[in-house]
C-alpha cells in the first residue's frame, strides 16, 4: 500500500509543482514524501521540502496547500506576516485547508500508520 500510496503523491505533486515554482527565488534541492509524526511538512536548510505521505489520503487541496506553504518558505523562512502574505498570493483558500487538516490530521495520520503496516 505504501508504494501506491508514493505513487498517488508523486502523481500528484508532478501535476501541481510546475503552476508554483514561477516567481520563486529557486527551486527546492529535492521533494521528499514520507510519513511525518507531526508536521505536514517542512523545508530543510538545503531547500529540501519534505512532506507527509499521510496528506494523499485527505483532500486533494490540502495537500496542495502544504506544498505551497513549503514552496513560501523559498521566498521568507519564517512564519512573518510577508510569508502568510507570500501563501495568501497563491493559495488564497490556505486558512480553509488549514483548519481541515488541523480538524482531520490525526485520522489521516492513524489511518495511513494502520494501512502500511
Avoid: N
Avoid at 498517488?8 to 514561477?22: E, F, I, M, N
Avoid at 509524526?37 to 523545508?43: D, E
Avoid at 483532500?59 to 507570500?86: I, M, T
Amino acid at each position: 500500500m505504501r508504494e501506491f500510496y508514493l505513487q498517488q503523491a508523486r502523481a500528484d505533486l508532478g501535476a501541481w509543482l510546475p503552476r508554483y515554482l514561477p516567481g520563486l527565488p529557486r527551486t527546492p534541492m529535492a521533494l521528499r514524501i514520507r510519513p511525518l509524526s507531526s508536521l505536514w511538512g517542512s523545508l530543510s536548510p538545503s531547500d529540501a521540502v519534505s512532506l507527509d505521505l499521510a496528506l494523499v489520503l485527505g483532500r486533494p487541496a490540502a495537500f496542495e496547500y502544504v506544498l505551497v506553504h513549503e514552496l513560501c518558505h523559498l521566498v521568507h523562512a519564517d512564519h512573518s506576516r510577508r510569508f502568510w502574505r507570500e501563501v495568501e498570493a497563491r493559495w488564497p483558500g490556505w486558512r480553509e485547508e488549514r483548519d481541515y487538516l488541523r480538524g482531520e490530521g490525526l485520522a489521516l495520520k492513524s489511518t495511513l500508520a494502520r494501512l502500511t503496516r
